[in-house]
T-cell receptor, first 115, second 114 residues
Framework: DADVTQTPRNRITKTGKRIMLECSQT?????MYWYRQDPGLGLRLIYY???????NKGEISDGYSVSRQAQAKFSLSLESAIPNQTALYFC??????????????FGSGTQLSVL | EDKVVQSPLSLVVHEGDTVTLNCSYE??????LLWYKQEKKAPTFLFML????IEKKSGRLSSILDKKELFSILNITATQTGDSAVYLC??????????????FGQGTILTVHP
């Protein structure tokens, strides 16, 4: 079983629809992240959470919201999807602490297409 | 704003060749630089570098960091078709609320032909 599980794996939707991407993890990590990947732009941070009560905006949070329902669950919502939100979305986790908090473990990604 | 730039953006080689991938960074409160390999979907961790001049090695892959010139290189010797992937580097900001936050480069697409 995957340690970081994203659902759905693929999603096609229409402009204006509300979409939720879900992420769950069994690694016991406190920190969870949402990234999007576009060709030629690498991975860009949307939101991150260092614990259940801590939510922070990343560099491209406009048009997105998140919910940290539990330590193991972190969902990403697009309130009103638009075509330029078509991308590959990754959830990631990492351990808190001062040793290697930046070593990320990624889910398999959700390919989202907004028509 | 933190920035990480990788070069080349794509590279095509034949099995057995040696390749060098480059990563330059401008990261405030720099803590570390990481390399990831992305084959199909999920990136997987390769190396984390925090000190200048200390080479990290794993089989045919090695990496080194230069904190004075703000860059890192990833070397792959005797390449194999299984090395074909996107290689991502990321700089880590260690300051304040950004502690542990990564900024990724665009990635280098490596294609190894038989």
């Amino acid at each position: 079983d995957a340690d970081v599980t994203q659902t759905p794996r693929n999603r096609i939707t229409k402009t204006g629809k509300r979409i939720m991407l879900e992420c769950s993890q069994t690694k016991g990590h406190d920190r969870m992240y949402w990234y999007r990947q576009d060709p030629g732009l690498g991975l860009r941070l949307i939101y991150y959470s260092f614990d259940v009560k801590d939510i922070n905006k990343g560099e491209i949070s406009d048009g997105y919201s998140v919910s940290r329902q539990a330590q193991a669950k972190f969902s990403l919502s697009l309130e009103s999807a638009i075509p330029n939100q078509t991308a590959l979305y990754f959830c990631a986790t990492s351990e808190s602490g001062r040793t290697t908090p930046e070593k990320l473990f990624f889910g398999s990604g959700t390919q989202l297409s907004v028509l | 704003e933190d920035k990480v730039v990788q070069s080349p953006l794509s590279l095509v080689v034949h099995e057995g060749d040696t390749v060098t991938l480059n990563c330059s960074y401008e990261v405030t409160n720099f803590r570390s630089l990481l390399w990831y390999k992305q084959e199909k979907k999920a990136p997987t961790f390769l190396f984390m570098l925090t000190s200048s001049g200390i080479e990290k090695k794993s089989g045919r892959l090695s990496s080194i960091l230069d904190k004075k010139e703000l860059f890192s290189i990833l070397n792959i010797t005797a390449t194999q078709t299984g090395d074909s992937a996107v290689y991502l580097c990321a700089g880590v900001n260690a300051g304040g609320t950004s502690y542990g936050k990564l900024t990724f480069g665009q990635g280098t697409i490596l294609t190894v032909h038989p």
